[in-house]
């Protein structure tokens, strides 16, 4: 186990080095500058968008509102509370700021996945929708590009099966349930399988109407709990801050600073917290747009502005709770707890008794439960592109299934890094198309807001007569 250990943490190094987290940052802060920095302007229209139906909605699977719970349930996950406390512990508080800085400029990028992904959505054989970076990619960049929609497609695929799907998710459930129930780890593995059987069966509507149902219940119950402990720790909250920023650039002891050079410890920080930050919210990723393409919208730049809200929601929100709750608690410096465990502890010094406890164990089994299903159906789309048709994806719904079934019985630090690796591996080629298919996306954003101010100058006039 040791040597397969080194193996996958030297391939994450390599796959999370400089060139990728360049590319992710540049990426989004091309998108930011271009796009008039869209996420900051324009982010009180997207967040309204959620809640207001669109005119003449067109083709799709799920409503828009849907489609964004179900992105959302692929996102809020393990990530959202075990991959917080693993990157404070692996890269010190320093790898919160860059999640922060990752989310800022993946709303962009997630904006500009959301526009591509409607743009150049087409219907399959069963009339669903199929789309995503594998479509954007063959139909926006060319036949001749066809191998990287290929590559992306893959990728997608074994990370539903071996990474952000299936195995992190699955630990993290049995682990906190049997830790925080005394429920067998055995029993939790089994009724996590079968109620991931009957959700995916059903296809995507049934995945979405699980999602829909869940993921704002389980956010609003999880932002409620973290609130409360950070209120009780509210005299610490300025240091926690000052020391947020702090060791995002200078040496961390918990980050290899005390041992390490200045650059070894910020740059730990740095890969740490992006590649967190984007397992999390999972913008550049290409993911998420598999479900967008779904949405009842005939509006991309639309769809692509409640999509960037994932992100806000995610890494903003509710990774910045986890991981405030866990520096305030002083327990990232006093001890070596790690993971699940950590987020437990860090819950409890908050909270009376065990119930911090329960409330991580209740929010990771629900966030992981519709990541888990989430999940299948990114993995699903990959397989019908991959394919050229529908007739395989029972046959992947099944080994999805039975990778859930067999997740429990795992090591999670290998489990880690093989998240890591796939999504980095799933990132490249959608980033590429992000940055060759960027003109299409700033001319559709500009068409849209142009049509949008001459409605408005309209509607003033009508107003004034």
């Known amino acids: 186990m040791g040597n397969l250990l080194d193996v996958l943490k030297q391939i994450q190094e390599i796959v999370w080095g400089p060139p990728t987290m360049i590319l992710l940052l540049i990426t989004g802060l091309y998108y930011t500058l271009r796009l008039g920095f869209l996420q900051f302007i324009h982010l009180p229209k997207a967040i309204r968008y959620i809640f207001e139906k669109e005119e003449g909605h067109g083709v799709g699977d799920v409503s828009a509102f849907a489609s964004l719970c179900t992105a ?6 393990t990530g959202s509370i075990v991959g917080v406390a693993t990157a404070l512990r692996v890269g010190g508080p320093g790898a919160l700021f860059w999640m922060w800085v990752s989310a800022i400029l993946g709303m962009a990028t997630k904006y500009a996945e959301g526009v591509l992904a409607i743009k150049y959505r087409s219907i399959d054989e069963k009339g669903e929708v199929a789309g995503g970076p594998m479509y954007y990619i063959e139909q926006g960049m060319g036949i001749k590009w066809r191998w990287l929609a290929k590559l992306f497609a893959f990728f997608g695929a074994v990370t539903a099966l071996m990474g952000c799907g ?35 069966i059903g296809g995507i509507k049934s995945i979405s109407s699980v999602a829909e149902f869940i993921v704002p219940l389980m956010a609003a ?11 009780n720790h509210a005299s610490a909250l300025p240091d926690a801050f000052s020391l947020i920023v ?21 740059m730990t920080a740095m890969r740490t917290g992006i590649a967190r930050g984007v397992y999390t919210n999972e913008a550049g990723l290409g993911s998420a747009p598999i479900v967008v393409a779904a949405a009842k919208s005939n509006s991309g730049v639309r769809q692509g502005l409640i999509s960037m809200t994932g992100v806000f929601f995610t890494t903003i929100i509710i ?60 993995g699903e789309r990959c397989v019908v592109y991959l394919t050229n048709g529908v007739k395989h994806v029972m ?24 998240a890591d690796i ?36 309209k509607l003033e006039a009508k107003k004034a007569d």
């Open 319 to 378: 990774c910045t709770m986890t991981g405030l709750v866990i520096i305030t608690s002083g327990l990232l410096e006093s001890s070596t707890l790690d993971g699940g465990i950590l987020s437990n502890a860090a819950f409890n010094a908050g909270m009376s008794g065990d119930m911090g406890m329960y409330v991580v164990s209740i929010g990771l089994m629900f966030f992981s439960f519709t990541t888990i299903i989430g999940w299948n159906y990114y």
């Open 246 to 266: 702090k060791s995002a650039f200078e040496p961390s002891a918990v980050a290899g600073g005390a041992t390490g050079t200045v650059i070894v410890s910020v």
């Open 72 to 77: 959302l349930a692929a996102t809020i996950g």
């Open 166 to 200: 299936t195995f992190p998710q699955v630990n993290a459930i049995t682990e906190s349930v049997s830790h925080a129930f005394n429920v067998p780890i055995p029993l939790v593995g089994a009724v996590v399988t079968i109620a991931t059987a009957a959700v995916i």
């Open 395 to 418: 046959a992947y719904k099944i080994l999805y299934i039975l990778c859930v079934a067999v997740a429990p019985y795992l090591s999670i630090r290998p489990i880690w890094y093989m």
């Open 221 to 231: 119950f999880y932002v409620a709990a973290s609130a409360y402990v950070l209120l």
């Open 422 to 457: 796939t999504n980095a591996l799933m990132a490249f080629p959608n980033l590429v198309a992000l940055l060759v298919l960027s003109p299409i996306v700033i001319a559709e954003t500009k068409k849209y807001f142009d049509d949008a101010d001459v409605s408005e100058i």
